[in-house]
């Protein structure tokens, strides 16, 4: 079991391009998530998705896009890079729902310049 | 808006220290609270509460949740270098997961 991958660990962007967050769970999880983490913050939910074909927004969605056509699969598209948008971007998944414990990726860290 | 409040910020302590941390939230509809610790990347699973007074307990490391005043503690006893970290709580309430800042805890020998 490999858990919870993300594709890249590190990009550099400059303002205005766009770029895909790769995510993937082999866990069979329903329940999947995007957070981004500031320095000295907590994390913050971008989006979330509850099963294949069904996304819905977090506390900070704007800027991001995201699909879930399979249930391994959660990517985080950002259109119009804004350097607003460095961060850490974490992928978690759970099982059945919010309440259960979620495992994350190891992160990528994004610099928009 | 549903918020989770962590204390300290910042912690320094030496080992064989036994330390409690601090989380208190205001959320809607809470369902469970959980604890996450993290060293240089993601963040790991320590506990997941849902109950009051029951008290949850790994190692060196312990977690209660009291419903009625809507926060829990952390406690570590006997810390170690190995424990330096930020611990992470976190509230699932309804569609929503909501993080608190953190407290970074240092251990030094």
């Known amino acids: 079991n490999a858990g919870v991958t993300q594709t890249p660990k590190f990009r550099i962007l400059k303002i205005g391009q766009s770029m895909t967050l790769q995510c993937t769970q082999d866990m069979n999880h329903n329940y999947m998530y995007w957070y981004r983490q500031d320095p000295g913050m907590g994390l ?12 819905d927004k977090g506390e900070v969605p704007n800027g991001y896009n995201v699909s879930r056509s399979t249930t391994e699969d959660f990517p985080l598209r950002l259109e119009l890079a804004a350097p607003s948008q460095t961060s850490v971007y974490f992928c978690a998944s759970s099982y059945l729902s919010f309440a259960d414990t979620q495992y994350f990726g190891p992160g990528t860290r994004l610099t928009v310049l | 808006e549903d918020k989770v409040v962590q204390s300290p910020l910042s912690l320094v302590v030496h080992e064989g220290d036994t330390v409690t941390l601090n989380c208190s939230y205001e959320v809607t509809n809470f369902r469970s609270l959980l604890w996450y610790k993290q060293e240089k990347k993601a963040p790991t699973f320590l506990f997941m509460l849902t109950s ?11 977690s209660i949740l009291d419903k009625k005043e809507l926060f829990s503690i952390l406690n570590i006893t006997a810390t ?27 251990v030094l020998p």
């Open chain 2, 52 to 62: 009051s007074g029951i008290e949850k307990k790994s190692g060196r490391l312990s």
């Open chain 1, 44 to 55: 913050k939910l971008i989006y979330y998705s509850v099963g294949a074909g069904i996304t």
């Open chain 2, 80 to 106: 170690q270098t190995g424990d330096s970290a930020i611990y992470l709580c976190a509230v699932s309430a309804g569609q929503n997961f909501v993080f608190g800042p953190g407290t970074r805890l240092s």
